[in-house]
């Protein structure tokens, strides 16, 4: 089966891509590795502003820095669990703790549902 990229990013930050029967996957990942968008591609889909054209697609030297920190994949719990309290940032502690209480809530929902 064959999959083409739908051009949009789904909720949990995922590349969303269609088959040919018509069902949507959501791949993760890097948006920009996996589906590069070449320069100078209109981007109509932000086209907010009526009677201007729509922005394009620059070169990569011309966005800051931290631009391409949003395509990083954040750490699984798993890894998070195996850094030491004492040498975790606070990124990590605030993810770990998220983390953490997603799993006791789904724990909870699935006991409830028995």
């Known amino acids: 089966m064959s999959w083409q990229c739908v051009g949009r990013i789904g909720r949990h930050g995922r590349i969303l891509a269609k088959s040919r029967m018509n069902t949507t996957r959501a ?5 920009s590795a996996q589906f590069p968008m070449k320069e100078g591609t209109e981007l ?3 086209a907010i502003c009526t009677g201007q ?12 820095s931290w631009v391409s ?3 990083k994949p954040l750490p699984t719990l798993a890894k998070l669990r195996r ?4 040498e975790a940032e606070e990124q990590e502690i605030s993810r770990y703790l998220k983390l953490t209480r997603r799993l006791s809530i789904r724990q909870r929902n699935e006991e409830s549902m028995a």
């Open 44 to 46: 109509k889909s932000l």
């Open 69 to 71: 920190d949003l395509a």
């Open 53 to 64: 054209d729509p922005p394009k697609v620059l070169p990569r030297e011309e966005y800051p």
């Open 27 to 31: 791949f993760s990942g890097c948006h």
């Open 83 to 86: 850094i030491p309290n004492e």
